[in-house]
């Protein structure tokens, strides 16, 4: 589960959708997880999913979970500029050890 | 919801001295622990699992010697940067995972060094 991976940026306008994506490697994998992090603080659950789930809805957002592609997606709707911050998917390994992705840098702009 | 905290949350420490960093969970009992190591702009590193009672595990790569750590109760484990030097400057971030699945991470506000 060492190999999780993210693009490392995405810039949308205020009001748009954001599409972060997400791909991992370990299909054993029983949990699957969504962190946000703002400049200088520690890292908040924003969702999770369950692996034997395609996908999961939250409020504005929307988790997909390609098993198959090992390929997990966060679409945020309505982008506002507090989303704007640096977002990590993460595989939980091991019962309770977390890796986690190379994060992806959102910027909203107004 | 459970909440963890870390002191200090920032420090600056000379080359050479040992800075020691504390992860507290707050209103839960926490067996296992994790330190994480952030760069700047990059992802959370593992570096190891503090285990109450006894030794911690580290990740492949991560000196245990440099980076102590000691599990001394069920709310408190310890990273202790011994030596400091500049290339040991990061963010650090602990964290300790809720006793039910999905086994949610309860992650420390970081601690930011930087070795002069």
């Known amino acids: 589960g060492e190999d999780v991976e993210q693009s490392l940026f995405l810039s949308v306008r205020e009001g748009d959708s954001s599409v972060i994506n997400c791909t991992y490697t370990d299909s054993s994998s029983t949990y699957l997880y969504w962190y946000k992090q703002e400049p200088g603080a520690g890292l908040q659950l924003l969702t999770y999913i369950f692996s034997n789930m395609d996908m999961k809805q939250d409020q504005r957002l929307t988790v997909l979970l390609n098993k198959k592609d090992k390929h997990l997606s966060l679409r945020i709707a309505d982008t506002q500029t507090g989303d704007s911050a640096i977002y990590f998917c993460?595989?939980?390994?091991?019962?309770?050890?977390?890796?986690f992705g190379t994060g992806t840098s959102l910027t909203v702009i107004p | 919801g459970a909440v963890v905290s870390q002191h200090p949350s920032w420090v600056i420490c000379k080359s050479g001295t040992s800075v020691k960093i504390e992860c507290r969970s707050l209103d839960f009992q926490a067996t296992t622990m994790f330190w994480y190591r952030q760069f700047p702009k990059q992802s959370l590193m593992l570096m190891a699992t503090s285990n109450e009672g006894s030794k911690a595990t580290y990740e492949q790569g991560v000196e245990k010697d440099k980076f102590l750590i000691n599990h001394a109760s069920l709310t408190l484990s310890t990273l202790t940067v011994t030596s400091a030097h500049p290339e040991d400057s990061s963010f650090y971030i602990c964290?300790?995972?809720?006793?039910?699945?999905?086994?949610?991470?309860?992650f420390g506000p970081g601690t930011r060094l930087t070795v002069t």
């Open positions: 993460a595989e939980e390994w091991g019962g309770n050890q977390f890796y």
């Open positions: 964290s300790a995972p809720g006793q039910f699945k999905p086994y949610e991470q309860y």
